[in-house]
């Protein structure tokens, strides 16, 4: 966002895989390419978190919290609430029953997608 630097951000391994898995889809060489620059523009410049057993206990405790709201709970939000840090987003609305317990920041964008910020600050990772 503005005033901020590459420095201020992280994105999340989950975040990471779920790119990973949209190039493993693509089912043309050049869809394919693109996928892959696109992925390795979101994830080289930052640090990525890592998603540890504190993340997954994390987890269980948003995923309880959230039980009967949402079919999934991405884990990218259990990653944030265990470093510590704010989860960016284009769909903040989904977050805001766990918002008492993890900081969420709304992304204007045009697509729901999310990665995590340091506290308070906030920041996309673009995916279209």
Known sequence: M???SVADFA?????VAELEHGVGAATESVEWQRRRRRQQLIVIPF???????AAAESYGLLANLA??????????????ERH???L????AAYFRYLEWVLD?????GHS???ELTAAGDSRTDDRS
């Not at 960016?88 to 769909?91: D, P, Q, V």
């Open 2 to 4: 503005q005033g901020s």
């Open 11 to 15: 994105v999340s391994v989950i975040t």
């Open 47 to 53: 640090d990525v978190i890592p998603f540890d057993v």
């Open 67 to 80: 039980r009967g709201r949402w079919s999934r709970l991405p884990a990218a939000a259990a990653a944030a």
């Open 84 to 86: 510590g840090l704010s």
């Open 88 to 91: 960016a987003t284009r769909n």
């Open 104 to 108: 969420v920041v709304e992304v204007p």
């Open 112 to 114: 729901p997608s999310y």
